[in-house]
């Protein structure tokens, strides 16, 4: 599948901080120019680095996210700049924007995606491939820990 971001692809798929329950104020005007599709999946394989998620498109398992529908492309150089993507030196970015295929229902649709572009080696599997769910479990663990 290309990776060009060149390519004039209509939604994003959104698996870790993005996602809407994280209340990130400071991407307000990024939502403005997003319209919420649904709960959808892609595949590959989910890490933890401790702060954020890091999806890497290779692996068969599910990762679960957010699809929204993207009414205005500007919204994308907020998203990139997240996300530590410059598209000019891809190289040297935390994350890349690719294109892949979100699954949500019956339906395949084609989204932009931070894949994570840094060594996974040392980082923790996130099994569930469900972000929200990891730290909700993750941070209810941390409270009886730290009582």
Not at 18 to 40: P, T
Not at 58 to 68: H, K, N, Q, V
Not at 91 to 105: D, M, P, Y
């Amino acid at each position: 599948m290309p990776n060009s971001t060149s390519l004039q692809i209509n939604h994003i798929f959104f698996y870790g901080t993005l996602m809407r329950d994280f209340n990130l104020s400071f991407l307000s005007e990024a939502a403005k120019h997003l319209e919420f599709v649904g709960i959808g999946h892609v595949f590959g394989t989910l890490y933890d680095c401790i702060y954020f998620p890091a999806a890497v498109l290779t692996g068969d398992s599910r990762i679960i996210g957010e699809i929204f529908f993207i009414k205005d492309h500007s919204c994308l150089e907020i998203t990139d700049a997240y996300e530590g993507f410059d598209l000019k030196e891809p190289g040297n970015s935390l994350f890349l924007r690719r294109h892949t295929t979100a699954h949500i229902g019956d339906s395949e649709l084609d989204v932009w995606i931070y894949e994570y572009n840094c060594d996974t080696q040392n980082l923790r599997i996130i099994e569930s491939g469900n972000y929200k769910d990891y730290v909700r479990v993750r941070d209810r663990m941390q409270e009886v820990i730290y009582r």
